[in-house]
């Protein structure tokens, strides 16, 4: 039987949160990332540990089928893959940074200055549209470090939390590209394995969902039931049980987290108590 390969990152920042999406769909994998090759144990999936720089080249050439890999990377190689979905996680930014202090009145400044990076064609082609001629200086890795040590006037690097930045007296001046995490395929896929991917993009579709969405359960009093109600952004229609106390029923529905905390003042207004907020698991619409 056929088995879809997918490309995963050998060690780095996606690493974790790719094997926990896997884990969160059901999807076994031996933790042997040593051996480099792992085989789910309940699905037709088998998983390459590979060097984070390398995955969209394989992806490409049909070695690995799909992987998982930052936006980044992808628009860095301009390897020619079909974005499955994006992920959610590994949130980030390329940016343009200067040293502290240093005045900076717009991208213009950078003409004939001197920019450290490791994504020389992403910072090329931001360069050429804003009509800037700079001298870009490769290196791949520790990128921040260039202008203290007199490589570079300016860089240009991932920026996440902003915290290497900070400790390296930088400021962050112009964003040139927003990434996350995407599930990524190779354009040629034979019938069974895109049935394969099919499966694994709807689990990891109502796993993404799910992770965005709260169960909420309350006690409303009954006069006040349709108030409440009209609140709650629920999927459907909440479900409404009466409660044993007469007078008062409990309301379950499904709501996102964020609109969660916009209306929790409103609905305690209206009366509602008792507020369980809870996890999902899965989620399928
Ligand atoms: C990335 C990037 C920055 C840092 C930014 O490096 O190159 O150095 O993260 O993150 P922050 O804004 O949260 O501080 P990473 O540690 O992923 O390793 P890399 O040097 O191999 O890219």
């Known amino acids: 039987m056929e088995r879809l390969k997918i490309a995963i990152q050998k060690s780095g920042r996606l690493l974790e949160d790719s094997l926990g999406l896997l884990n969160d769909c059901s999807v076994k994998v031996d933790n042997g990332r040593d051996q480099l090759r792992a085989q789910a144990k309940n699905f037709p999936l088998d998983v390459l540990y590979l060097r984070n720089s390398d995955i969209p080249q394989y992806v490409e050439d049909g070695v690995a089928d799909v992987g998982i890999i930052g936006e980044n990377l992808l628009v860095e190689t301009g390897c020619q893959l079909d974005t499955v979905l994006p992920l959610g996680f590994a949130k980030c930014r390329l940016s343009l940074a200067v040293p502290k202090g240093q005045p900076y009145t717009g991208i213009q400044d950078f003409q004939g200055k001197k920019i450290a990076t490791s994504y020389p064609n992403t910072l090329r082609n931001y360069l050429q549209r804003n009509q800037v001629d700079a001298e870009i200086h490769v290196i791949s890795g520790s990128v921040e470090i260039a202008p203290a040590i007199g490589l570079a006037e300016g860089i240009c690097d991932l920026v996440s939390s902003g915290n290497t930045l900070f400790q390296n007296n930088l400021v962050e001046k112009e964003v040139i590209l927003r990434s996350e995490a995407v599930l990524a395929a190779t354009p040629q896929m034979s019938d069974a394995k895109r049935s394969i991917l099919e499966q694994l993009v709807f689990r990891m579709e109502s796993v993404l969902k799910a992770q965005s969405n709260k169960y909420i359960l309350l006690n409303a009093p009954n006069e006040r039931l349709e108030e409440i109600i009209a609140i709650l952004p629920g999927m459907k229609s909440p479900t ?18 964020d609109k969660f905390w916009e209306i929790i003042h409103e609905l305690k207004a209206k009366g509602a108590q008792g507020i369980l907020v809870v996890p999902i698991q899965k989620m399928i619409i």
Request: charged fraction near 5%; avoid cysteine; aromatic fraction near 6%.
């Open 240 to 257: 409404v049980l009466p409660l044993a106390v007469t007078g008062w029923s409990s309301v379950h529905t499904v709501i996102q987290e």
